[in-house]
């Protein structure tokens, strides 16, 4: 059977939808770069030179809170054991310290930029989500140097 066209009004309706959504998704962009702007101005950039200095402190705590050796953090094995401390580590660094992405994939075993580009956006949509998952970070986040 044959469905029919949705009805001039449906169409308003959805493309109404469709903006408020935008607007949420714009309202949740703003909200993420004020994070990371506060981040930044809570804990300014060193000077290059010792920038990988500090990602060493930030991987320890990270292999701490989450049990792991530093050797299984750094591995290119993928059980989710694994994948959430290496995120999490990359978002840190990425975060505190201003090392590029390739630097950090190079710290962490990684092959590319993409990957810690990756790791970055997912934490950031679990600290907008997981409450659990948020205070987890701040707590580590607060014992950091």
């Given at each position: 059977m044959a469905r029919s066209a949705p009805s001039n009004s449906a169409r308003r309706d959805q493309a109404a939808q469709l903006r408020r959504l935008r607007y949420r998704f714009a309202a949740v962009e703003v909200l993420l770069r004020?994070?990371?702007a506060e981040l930044r101005r809570l804990s300014p950039l060193p000077p290059p030179d010792s920038r990988q200095e500090q990602a060493g402190p930030i991987l320890?705590?990270?292999?701490?809170e989450y049990k792991l050796s530093r050797s299984a953090l750094i591995s290119?094995?993928?059980?989710?054991?694994?994948?959430?401390?290496?995120?999490?580590a990359a978002f840190l660094i990425r975060i505190r310290t201003g090392i590029t992405t390739s630097e950090v994939a190079r710290l962490l075993g990684l092959?590319?930029?993409?990957?810690i580009c990756f790791?970055?956006?997912?934490?950031?949509?679990?600290?907008?989500?997981?409450?659990?998952?948020?205070?987890?970070?701040?707590r580590l986040a607060e014992s950091l140097p």
């Open positions: 004020n994070i990371e320890a705590a990270v292999c701490r290119r094995a993928r059980p989710a054991c694994y994948t959430e401390p290496r995120h999490v092959r590319d930029h993409s990957t790791a970055v956006k997912k934490i950031q949509a679990r600290l907008e989500t997981e409450a659990p998952f948020r205070a987890r970070l701040a």
